[in-house]
């Protein structure tokens, strides 16, 4: 199973859009895919239909350790192949007491959980959504992330949170040797010239591979509350068919 944390400290850059496509188009590769949902705002679990403002989420469960069995933290989407770990609020409360805590394991809290899920054999992915920030709900999933991608909105300020995010990656090596920063995402991509010309200045510095780049489309823009990949409403537009090229690109599989 190889992990993947979506990851950028700036919000809105299409973080969540790219984990629930990905996943997608990972699923019709016919790979296997788990979904970590590490942000309490709920977005990834409310895009495949799973979210529950109620009760404990159960990645809660997992970053303040009351769990037993994997299969009480997992639950099914409607895509067979494609599970989640599903978040809500509750997730604030727990970052916020064990960053109170002065407890000895804070940062390999949601390591047995991978190391069992890894050893189960069943999953090819694990992809991990993160918030706009870095909470101590971050730190445990770079420590068990294999690769970092970030997505990037082209703009004045994306390179200022690309040194940002390269940092703070640099730093989670020291507790977890194999985590690297993987590329840049170009997301929510418009081709106008001062896009253009950000874009050709990302490549020509090349300190950052770029892994691809997602066209900006209305019927994203229009469908705000994504409730599915795009691909299942919109094939034909530009962001469904550059998730389709990246992954293909990224495993080497079409589909
Ligand atoms: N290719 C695209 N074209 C048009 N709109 C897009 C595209 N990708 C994402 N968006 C829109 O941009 C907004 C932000 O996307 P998303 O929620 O994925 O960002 P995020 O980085 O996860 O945000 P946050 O930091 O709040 O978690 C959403 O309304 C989404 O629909
Ligand atoms: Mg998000």
Excluded at 52 to 71: G, R
Excluded at 166 to 188: C, D, S
Aim: proline share 3%; charged share 25%.
């Amino acid at each position: 199973m190889k992990t993947i944390s979506i990851l950028n400290l700036k919000g809105g850059v299409a973080k969540t859009f790219t984990a629930a496509n990905m996943t997608y188009e990972l699923y019709r590769r016919g790979y296997k895919v788990l979904l970590l949902d590490n942000d309490k705002q709920g977005n990834l679990s409310k895009a495949y239909g799973r979210y529950d403002a109620e009760s404990i989420a159960p990645i809660t469960k997992l970053l303040s350790l009351q769990w037993n069995h994997a299969d009480e933290v997992i639950q099914q989407t409607e895509y067979e192949g494609i599970d989640i770990i599903t978040s809500n609020m509750s997730l604030f409360g727990a970052t916020w007491n064990l960053t109170k805590a002065e407890n000895e394991n804070q940062i390999e809290r949601y390591k047995d959980f991978m190391e069992q899920t890894a050893a189960g054999d069943y999953y090819d992915y694990c992809i991990i959504d993160n918030p706009p920030d870095i909470g101590l709900n971050v730190i445990n999933a770079l420590a068990v992330t294999d690769e970092v991608i970030v997505p990037v909105k082209i703009d004045e300020d994306a390179l200022e949170g690309l040194d940002i995010v390269e940092g703070q990656i640099e730093e989670a090596k020291v507790f977890n040797p194999q985590l690297r920063l993987l590329g840049v995402l170009v997301t929510v991509f418009q081709n106008t010239d001062g896009e253009s010309a950000g874009l050709e200045w990302l490549r020509q510095q090349g300190k950052y591979d770029i892994l691809g780049t997602i066209r900006y489309s209305k019927k994203v823009a229009e469908n705000s509350f994504m409730r599915r990949p795009i691909y299942e409403y919109s094939p034909c537009c530009g962001a469904a068919q550059d998730y389709k090229r990246f992954v293909s690109s990224y495993t080497g599989k079409e589909r």
